[in-house]
C-alpha cells in the first residue's frame, strides 16, 4: 500500500468492493457532477478535513482561506468568510472581469497545497488515503484537481486512490495515471434484485440524482413514461431546493428542473442561475455546459435574452478551455439568429476580442472594424444611461485594439476619456468595477509609454480600491523593480503572496526579485514551489538551473537541467545551461558539442557564444573564441566583460595592439571590472615591448 491506485470497475459498487479490499481507512467521496457540479467530492474532502486544521493550525488555513472557499463557498460556515473584492460586490451585469485559463486551475493548487501540508503536520502512522470515486464522471475542474493530487502528493502520506469506469478521463488525469497500478474489480455475482415495480426503480435513478448505475434503476427510468419522469424530477427538484448550496444548485437542482414538467421555465431559470454563479467564478468549463443545457430548454423567440446569455457566456468560456473555432461559431449563430441592436453591439465586441486577443493569427484590423460596429451601436442607444455606459465599455474595448495595433497615444485618449465621462456622470460607487478596469488599463498604457510614475500612482489607487485583488500589487512591483527598488517590489510581492492562491507567476517573479537582493534561499523556495505546481514551467527551471550553476550546487543544476531537457527538448536555454555545466566540470569537448547544439539553432545566442568562447580558450584555440566574442558584441553592443575577455583572447593569440583596444574600449563603459582591466593591459604593454 506504498503508492497511489487506480481501481477499474464497471458498476459504483463493484468498484467500493475493490477499494475495501485495497485500502484501510480511506475517506471515500464521491465525485459525479450531477450532485454538485465543479468541486463535487473535492467540498467532502475538505468537509472532513477542515475542522481539525482551524482547530489545531488556524494560520495553515488562513494562508489558504481563499482558494479553500473559493469555489465551495459554503465552507464558510466551518472557517469563516474570505476576503472580497470588487468582483465579488459587484452586480452580476456590472461583473466584467475576465477569467483566463490558469484562473481555477490556481485555485485548485491552492487547495492541493493545503491538503499537502496538512497531512504532513498531522504525521499519522498510516498514509491518509482519499478515493475519488465516479472519477469518470467528474466535471473537468474536479478530474483536474486529483490529477494535481496525484502527481505532487507522496503517497507515503496521502495516497490517491482514483476509482471509475474503463472509459477515458481527461487527458491530464490520463497522464498523471500512466505509472499507477491498477486493480480491476472484480463483477458482483447475480442481477440486482428485481421485487421492485419500474416506477419504484425509476424513483431510485432519480432520487440518486441520477448517478445509479444499477441497470435495473436505469430501466426503470427509461421505461416510465415522459411526464410522469417529469413528476419524479419536480418532487426531487422541490426537495432539494429549500436547503441547496451554490454546489447542489448548480448540479442536482439544475438537472431536475431541467428534466422536470416546466423545463422551458423552471428548467431555464435554474440553468441561468447556475450558469450565472459558475461565470462569476470563472468555472469555465461549467458555463460551456450549462450554456449549452440552457440553449436547449429555452425558446429563443419567447426569451430572446435568456438565449443570448446562454449563448454569449458559453461562447466566451469556450475561449478559455481552447474551444476558439466552437466560441466563433456560437457568436456568429447569435448575429444570424437575432436582429436586436444590443445582441449584435456585444457580439461585435465578442469577435473583435477574439480577433485582437486569442485567435492565430492575430488580426487587429478585422477587430477594429468589428469594434468600430459595436461603438457604433453603443452610440445611438435610445436609453441615455445605457448609450453612456455602453459607449464607455466598447471605447475602452476600441482602447485595447488600438493598443495592440501600435497607436498607444490614441488607446490611452480613448481609456482617459471613458474615465472622464463616467466620473462626470456618475456617482463614486456606480460601476465601480469597470472603473477600477479602466484606470488599470490606463495604468498598464501609461507604462508602455514610458510614464512609470504616473502609472505607479495609478497601481497605488488601485490596491486602495481592491485590496485584495493582488494583480495590482504585482503590476506596481513590476515598476519598482523597473525603477531598482526592489524593497518596495519585494513588499508588494510578499503582501500578494499573503493574500493570493499560489500563482505560479507570482511566485516567480518573487524568486526572481530576491535573486537580485540576494536572498539565494527565498528564490529558490519560490523557484520550487511553482516548480512542485508545474513542473513544464520552462522560465523557472531555467531560473532555478540559473541560480543553482551560480551557487555551485552542479549536481542539483544538472538534475534540473535533465528532468528540463526530457520536458523540453532542444530547448535552446537549457541547451546552453548544459553547455555552461559541462564548462564547470572541465569537460571541455562535451560543453562545446552542446554549445554547438545552441548555435546551430541560434548563432547569434549571447550567453551559447560567450561559454563556447571559454572553451576554445580553455582549447588553446584564442582565435576561434575572439570570433565567438565578436558576433556576441554584435548581438549585445558594447559590453565592458565580453570586450575584456575579447582582449584576453586577442593577447593570448599574439596581437597586443587589438588587445589594448578592448581594454581602452572596455574601462569607459558602465560596470567595468577597472582593476582587472588595467591589470590586462599592463600585460598587454609588457607583451608589446618584448
Given at each position: 500500500m506504498t503508492g497511489h491506485l487506480r481501481i477499474v470497475g464497471t458498476t459504483r459498487g463493484d468498484r467500493l468492493h475493490a477499494v475495501a479490499a485495497h485500502t484501510r481507512r480511506a475517506l471515500v467521496v464521491r465525485c459525479h457532477q450531477r450532485l454538485r457540479g465543479p468541486y463535487t467530492g473535492v467540498d467532502t474532502v475538505l468537509r472532513t478535513v477542515l475542522p481539525d486544521a482551524h482547530s489545531r493550525w488556524p494560520e495553515l488555513v488562513e494562508e489558504?482561506?481563499?482558494?479553500?472557499?473559493?469555489?465551495?463557498?459554503?465552507?464558510?460556515?466551518?472557517?469563516?468568510?474570505?476576503?472580497?473584492?470588487?468582483?465579488?460586490?459587484?452586480p452580476y451585469e456590472e461583473r466584467t472581469r475576465f477569467f483566463g485559463a490558469g484562473w481555477i486551475r490556481c485555485m485548485s493548487q491552492g487547495i492541493v497545497t493545503f491538503l499537502l501540508e496538512h497531512v504532513r503536520r498531522a504525521q499519522d502512522a498510516d498514509a491518509f488515503e482519499i478515493v475519488f470515486e465516479e472519477a469518470h464522471a467528474a466535471e473537468a475542474t474536479t478530474q483536474e484537481l486529483i490529477a494535481l493530487l496525484l502527481r505532487r502528493a507522496d503517497p507515503r502520506l496521502l495516497r490517491v486512490v482514483v476509482s471509475a469506469t474503463a472509459g477515458k478521463l481527461s487527458d491530464e488525469l490520463d497522464g498523471a495515471l500512466a505509472d499507477v497500478d491498477v486493480v480491476a474489480a472484480p463483477r458482483s455475482e447475480g442481477p440486482s434484485v428485481a421485487d421492485r415495480?419500474?416506477?419504484?426503480?425509476?424513483?431510485?435513478?432519480?432520487?440518486?440524482?441520477?448517478?445509479?448505475?444499477?441497470?435495473?434503476?436505469?430501466?426503470?427510468?427509461?421505461?416510465?413514461?415522459?411526464?410522469?419522469?417529469?413528476?419524479?424530477?419536480?418532487?426531487?427538484?422541490?426537495?432539494?431546493t429549500e436547503t441547496a448550496t451554490w454546489g447542489v444548485r448548480m448540479g442536482a437542482v439544475a438537472l431536475h428542473r431541467e428534466h422536470g414538467s416546466d423545463p422551458g421555465g423552471a428548467g431555464r431559470a435554474a440553468l441561468l442561475e447556475a450558469q450565472r454563479h459558475a461565470v462569476a467564478t470563472g468555472f469555465s468549463a461549467a458555463v460551456v455546459d450549462l450554456g449549452l443545457r440552457g440553449r436547449k430548454v429555452t425558446d429563443p423567440l419567447l426569451h430572446e435574452h435568456d438565449y443570448w446569455e446562454f449563448t454569449r457566456e458559453a461562447a466566451a468560456a469556450c475561449i478559455p478551455v481552447g474551444r476558439l473555432e466552437q466560441s466563433m461559431e456560437l457568436y456568429q449563430g447569435l448575429l444570424r439568429r437575432f436582429t436586436d441592436p444590443k445582441i449584435h453591439m456585444m457580439t461585435s465586441y465578442a469577435i473583435?476580442?477574439?480577433?485582437?486577443?486569442?485567435?492565430?493569427?492575430?488580426?487587429?484590423?478585422?477587430?477594429?472594424?468589428?469594434?468600430?460596429?459595436?461603438?457604433?451601436?453603443?452610440?445611438?442607444?435610445?436609453?441615455?444611461?445605457?448609450?453612456?455606459?455602453?459607449?464607455?465599455?466598447?471605447?475602452?474595448?476600441?482602447?485595447l485594439v488600438e493598443m495592440h495595433r501600435g497607436n498607444l497615444g490614441r488607446a490611452l485618449g480613448l481609456v482617459e476619456s471613458c474615465i472622464g465621462r463616467l466620473d462626470?456622470?456618475?456617482?463614486?460607487?456606480?460601476?465601480?468595477l469597470h472603473r477600477s478596469q479602466l484606470l488599470y488599463n490606463r495604468a498598464r498604457l501609461l507604462v508602455a509609454l514610458g510614464r512609470p510614475d504616473e502609472a505607479h500612482a495609478d497601481y497605488s489607487q488601485l490596491v486602495d480600491m481592491d485590496p485584495y485583488y493582488t494583480d495590482y500589487l504585482s503590476e506596481r512591483a513590476r515598476i519598482?523593480?523597473?525603477?531598482?527598488?526592489?524593497?518596495?517590489?519585494?513588499?508588494?510581492?510578499?503582501?500578494?503572496?499573503?493574500?493570493?492562491?499560489?500563482?505560479?507567476?507570482?511566485?516567480?517573479?518573487?524568486?526572481?526579485?530576491?535573486?537580485?537582493?540576494?536572498?539565494?534561499?527565498?528564490?529558490l523556495a519560490d523557484f520550487t514551489l511553482v516548480l512542485e505546481m508545474e513542473?513544464?514551467?520552462?522560465?523557472?527551471?531555467?531560473?532555478?538551473?540559473?541560480?543553482?550553476?551560480?551557487?555551485?550546487?552542479?549536481?542539483?543544476?544538472?538534475?534540473?537541467?535533465?528532468?528540463?531537457?526530457?520536458?523540453?527538448?532542444?530547448?535552446?536555454?537549457?541547451?546552453?545551461?548544459q553547455g555552461t555545466l559541462l564548462l564547470q566540470r572541465e569537460r571541455l569537448d562535451d560543453a562545446l558539442e552542446a554549445l554547438d547544439q545552441v548555435l546551430a539553432k541560434d548563432p547569434h545566442y549571447p550567453a551559447a557564444l560567450i561559454n563556447r568562447a571559454v572553451v576554445h580558450f580553455r582549447q588553446a584555440k584564442p582565435e576561434r573564441a575572439v570570433a565567438d566574442l565578436s558576433?556576441?558584441?554584435?548581438?549585445?553592443?558594447?559590453?565592458?566583460?565580453?570586450?575584456?575577455?575579447?582582449?584576453?583572447?586577442?593577447?593570448?593569440?599574439?596581437?597586443?595592439?587589438?588587445?589594448?583596444?578592448?581594454?581602452?574600449?572596455?574601462?569607459?563603459?558602465?560596470?567595468?571590472?577597472?582593476?582587472?582591466?588595467?591589470?590586462?593591459?599592463?600585460?598587454?604593454?609588457?607583451?608589446?615591448?618584448?
Open positions: 489558504h482561506r481563499v482558494a479553500l472557499l473559493y469555489g465551495m463557498p459554503e465552507l464558510a460556515q466551518l472557517i469563516g468568510p474570505p476576503p472580497r473584492t470588487l468582483a465579488d460586490d459587484a415495480s419500474v416506477l419504484d426503480w425509476a424513483r431510485v435513478y432519480v432520487d440518486s440524482d441520477c448517478t445509479d448505475d444499477d441497470p435495473c434503476a436505469l430501466a426503470g427510468y427509461r421505461q416510465t413514461d415522459p411526464p410522469t419522469r417529469a413528476l419524479l424530477h419536480d418532487r426531487r427538484g422541490d426537495a432539494l473583435a476580442m477574439l480577433h485582437t486577443r486569442f485567435l492565430r493569427p492575430r488580426d487587429h484590423e478585422l477587430a477594429v472594424q468589428w469594434q468600430h460596429n459595436a461603438v457604433a451601436i453603443a452610440g445611438i442607444l435610445p436609453d441615455p444611461a445605457e448609450r453612456l455606459t455602453y459607449s464607455v465599455f466598447h471605447d475602452n474595448g476600441l482602447a462626470e456622470k456618475l456617482d463614486e460607487g456606480q460601476w465601480a519598482s523593480r523597473d525603477r531598482g527598488d526592489f524593497d518596495a517590489a519585494l513588499a508588494d510581492y510578499d503582501r500578494a503572496v499573503r493574500l493570493a492562491p499560489p500563482f505560479p507567476e507570482l511566485h516567480y517573479n518573487r524568486g526572481t526579485a530576491r535573486v537580485h537582493v540576494g536572498d539565494v534561499a527565498g528564490a513542473p513544464g514551467d520552462l522560465d523557472t527551471r531555467v531560473a532555478r538551473a540559473e541560480l543553482l550553476l551560480e551557487t555551485g550546487d552542479l549536481d542539483a543544476a544538472e538534475s534540473d537541467i535533465g528532468t528540463g531537457l526530457r520536458l523540453h527538448p532542444g530547448e535552446v536555454q537549457l541547451l546552453c545551461l558576433t556576441a558584441l554584435e548581438a549585445v553592443g558594447e559590453d565592458p566583460d565580453i570586450l575584456l575577455n575579447r582582449g584576453i583572447a586577442h593577447l593570448a593569440a599574439g596581437r597586443p595592439d587589438l588587445a589594448l583596444g578592448d581594454f581602452d574600449l572596455a574601462i569607459v563603459l558602465p560596470d567595468a571590472d577597472t582593476d582587472e582591466i588595467r591589470e590586462q593591459r599592463r600585460l598587454c604593454t609588457a607583451a608589446g615591448t618584448r
